[in-house]
Nanobody
Framework: QVQLVESGGGLVQAGGSLRLSCAAS????????MAWFRQASGEERGFVAG???????YYSDSVKGRFTISRDNAKNTVYLQMNSLKPEDTAVYHC?????????????????WGKGALVTVSS
């Protein structure tokens, strides 16, 4: 059984940085597409960043140049480094795993989800 556990959320001022971690068990993150999604209050969950099995990375336009997704295969953990944070980045951030062979960065393509980590950016 796959479990994804996020950590690293918290309160930060605008312009600051946070790093989220997603510790996986049951599947090696190096073999699958892993992604971060976020959901702000009253909004739908949306794609933030993804990394496929080959190490290719993908970002939404809203975070490109500010966020970086990476993984540590030895720790079976995926990270999301968030810099230059803005109040509009405030959301619950969820880690997700896609067992499929193609990197389709949509909610429906993800097979497993973490419970999420709250990130609050104050102005």
């Amino acid at each position: 059984q796959v479990q994804l556990v996020e950590s690293g959320g918290g309160l930060v001022q605008a312009g600051g940085s946070l790093r989220l971690s997603c510790a996986a068990s049951g599947r090696p993150v190096s073999s699958y597409s892993m992604a971060w999604f976020r959901q702000a209050s009253g909004e739908e969950r949306g794609f933030v960043a993804g990394i496929n099995w080959a190490g290719g990375t993908y970002y939404s336009d809203s975070v490109k140049g500010r966020f970086t997704i990476s993984r540590d295969n030895a720790k079976n953990t995926v990270y999301l480094q968030m810099n230059s944070l803005k109040p509009e980045d405030t959301a619950v951030y969820h880690c997700a795993l896609d067992r499929g062979p193609r990197s389709i960065w949509s909610q429906g393509a993800m097979d497993y989800w973490g419970k999420g980590a709250l990130v609050t950016v104050s102005s």
